[in-house]
């Protein structure tokens, strides 16, 4: 079955550093997602991007974020200026809008500010 | 606005009993939900889900939920409970009346299974 992939697995980076996590949706799909789970709370919600732009983004995802699709099969979420409070898992989705599939999930970017 | 909400943190079962856990919404119009598991350092895989037909849904590692709309309910289930069921469960709405879409998740249910 096809995946999400999510590069890297874990990044460690320092504060107000740019991080970049990298996503490949699967292939057929057009609407990709970011979303965030802190440790031990709930999957939010960042930001879904179709046809090459965003379509929704929700408080969250401020100005120091930014997604891009730079070729035809990656997905990038990028962290300008990080925060202590950016460390977070970072999940990576996509889906086919109205098919009956669900939205799948990539396993993630543990990101850890120090 | 539409919510979903899990109201139990965690579950506690035996292997081989049944397993529930609970999850309500509140949306205006036809409610899409859907049923997520995560397990440790992983991503969010899909169970199962209710578009709309029979109020009891099949899915995935002998998973159902039954969707009751005058209890605006769809409590997952399993008639018997494994070790490996253990794990983080999340409940989900996409936007009213799309069964795509960003997706609104409960807190999350933690699931822990004794020998």
């Known amino acids: 079955e096809p995946e999400v992939t999510q590069t890297p697995s874990h990044q460690v980076t320092q504060m107000g550093q740019e991080v970049i996590l990298r996503c490949v949706p699967i292939s057929n799909h057009l609407y990709f997602y970011w979303y965030r789970q802190i440790l031990g709370q709930k999957v939010e919600f960042l930001v879904s991007f179709y046809n090459n732009e965003i379509s929704e983004k929700s408080e969250i995802f401020d100005d120091q974020f930014s997604v891009e699709r730079p070729d035809g099969s990656n997905f990038t979420l990028k962290i300008r200026s990080t925060k202590l409070e950016d460390s977070a898992m970072y999940f990576c989705a996509s889906d086919y809008p109205g098919g009956n599939q669900p939205q799948h999930f990539g396993d993630g970017t543990r990101l850890s500010i120090l | 606005a539409q919510s979903v909400a899990q109201p139990e943190d965690q579950v506690n079962v035996a292997e081989g009993n049944p397993l529930t856990v609970k999850c309500t919404y509140s949306v205006s119009g036809n409610p899409y939900l859907f049923w997520y598991v995560q397990y440790p350092n992983r991503g969010l895989q899909f169970l199962l889900k209710y578009i709309t037909g029979d109020n009891l849904v099949k899915g995935s590692y002998g998973f159902e939920a039954e969707f009751n709309k005058s209890q605006t309910s769809f409590h997952l289930k399993k008639p018997s409970a494994l070790v490996s069921d253990s794990a983080l469960y999340f409940c989900?709405?996409?936007?009213?009346?799309?069964?795509?879409?960003?997706?609104?998740f409960g807190a999350g249910t933690q699931v822990v299974v004794t020998p």
């Open positions: 989900a709405l996409p936007p009213p009346n799309d069964s795509w879409g960003k997706l609104q």
